[in-house]
């Protein structure tokens, strides 16, 4: 009796973190609350090529918002030169900003799709949760070295 307590307790644990995600405006949602990074890494670490892309997508989007910021904050430094002492104002160092946030477009461009992507692989591996028992129901006969045995999946 206590192991079927245990079973049907892990069980129901179990489906209860297997919900669909949901991508919309930017964040993520799971069952209408907001998820962080860190909360959708744990959901996903079921399904490992869903986590995969969703990790290349937050890499994207850390390396591509460093660019973008080196850049941005060159062409302020340079600009804050220029007014403030008699150095020529546009000088490299605002040129080579300029060509670090341009550098920086294509980086962050693909990382909405990326997360859109992983989002999707996560929920098309999960089971649909709307089946009753009777439609999610497998009984087996198993062998092994131990003998024979039943196998009940649900």
Same mark, same amino acid.
């Given at each position: 009796?206590?192991?079927?307590?245990?079973?049907?307790?892990? !069980?129901?644990?179990?489906?209860?973190?297997?919900?669909?995600?949901? %991508?919309?405006?930017?964040?993520?949602?799971?069952? $209408?609350?907001? @998820?962080?990074?860190?909360?959708?890494?744990?959901?996903?670490?079921?399904?490992?090529?869903?986590?995969?892309?969703?990790?290349?997508?937050?890499?994207?989007?850390?390396?591509? $918002?460093?660019?973008? &910021?080196?850049?941005? /904050? /060159?062409?302020?430094?340079?600009? !804050?030169?220029? *007014?403030?002492?008699?150095?020529?104002?546009?000088?490299?160092?605002? %040129?080579? &900003?300029? $060509? @670090?946030?341009?550098?920086?477009?294509?980086?962050?461009? &693909?990382?909405?799709?990326?997360?859109?992507?992983?989002?999707?692989? %996560?929920?098309?591996?999960?089971?649909?949760?709307?089946?009753? *028992?009777?439609? =999610?129901?497998?009984? =087996?006969? !198993? =062998?092994?070295? =131990?003998? @024979? /045995?039943?196998?009940?999946?649900?």
């Amino acid at each position: 009796m206590k192991q079927f307590f245990l079973t049907i307790t892990i !069980v129901s644990f179990s489906l209860s973190f297997a919900q669909k995600l949901e %991508y919309t405006n930017g964040k993520i949602f799971q069952n $209408g609350e907001q @998820l962080s990074s860190f909360e959708t890494k744990k959901a996903m670490e079921t399904d490992l090529k869903a986590l995969h892309v969703f990790k290349k997508a937050k890499t994207k989007e850390s390396v591509g $918002g460093f660019i973008l &910021g080196l850049g941005l /904050g /060159g062409t302020v430094a340079d600009l !804050v030169m220029g *007014l403030t002492s008699e150095v020529k104002y546009p000088s490299a160092l605002t %040129y080579a &900003g300029v $060509g @670090l946030m341009a550098i920086s477009i294509p980086i962050l461009s &693909g990382k909405k799709k990326m997360v859109q992507e992983s989002i999707d692989m %996560y929920n098309s591996g999960l089971q649909d949760q709307k089946k009753s *028992l009777g439609d =999610n129901f497998e009984f =087996n006969i !198993v =062998n092994n070295s =131990n003998g @024979l /045995g039943l196998q009940i999946n649900f």
